[in-house]
């Protein structure tokens, strides 16, 4: 696990998946046993969350171990160039923190750099999970004021256009009818009948 890719000849791979904020990588793992031809990357920049499953995919095929897969530490803020154009989808499930804020208000550096990465014509999916009540303290820290329907197709959709991406999709869950989604962040958050989801789908265009 670490911050380069020159081990690995992604380039060369067709269907790259990358999973920002990837947390744990159970998406990430789970995806490539079920997607063998394509190739995918898990980011966070938590070491800590990433050394178990690191391990794990280097273990022989019998022990739960996939060739199609690679863990790397890097923050959305200094992502590796070695990931330039090559994403053909970015996925980013539940994000918090400054990943959260980038996606949720349009912050120019954080889009730019989820621009960067993606081949012509990736998509981008954002999933966001949040409690008004409980998670008002950060939400406020972070400078989200909206996580509407409306305001992704408005304000946002502006912000993301001029970063690169075209908004094609927006929709919302209601608590208790999540779809199933595999990451563990989800299962736990699914939990509380107070939260709910907003995603939109997002394609990398010429600038």
């Known amino acids: 696990m670490n911050s380069k890719t020159s081990s690995h ?3 060369n791979e067709r269907g790259i998946v990358v999973d920002l904020g990837t947390g744990d990588g159970r998406f990430v793992y789970q995806s490539a046993r079920q997607n063998p031809q394509k190739f995918f990357l898990g980011i966070d920049a938590s070491a800590n ?3 178990k499953i690191s391990e794990k995919i ?35 499930h539940f994000p918090w923190g400054s990943l959260l804020r980038g996606v949720a208000t349009g912050n120019e550096t954080i889009l730019k750099n989820i621009h960067r990465i993606c081949a012509p014509d990736a998509v981008l999916e954002v999933i966001i999970g949040v409690d008004q009540d409980r998670d008002a303290t950060e939400l406020q820290r ?16 502006i912000k993301y256009e001029e970063c690169g991406f075209e908004i094609l999709e927006i929709g919302s869950f209601a608590a208790g009818d999540w779809p199933d989604i595999c990451t563990s962040w989800a299962q736990r958050l699914r939990t509380n009948e107070n939260r709910t989801i907003v995603y939109f789908l997002a394609k990398r265009i010429s600038r």
């Open 49 to 51: 969350l990433l050394e």
């Open 142 to 157: 972070l400078g989200i004021n909206d996580l509407s329907e409306e305001f992704i197709a408005t304000a946002l959709k």
């Open 58 to 92: 280097h273990r022989k095929p019998a022990k739960g171990g996939v060739k199609n897969a690679l863990f790397i530490q890097a923050a959305v803020e200094a992502l590796p160039e070695e990931l330039d154009g090559v994403a053909d989808e970015v996925h980013i």
């Open 9 to 11: 000849p992604i380039e």
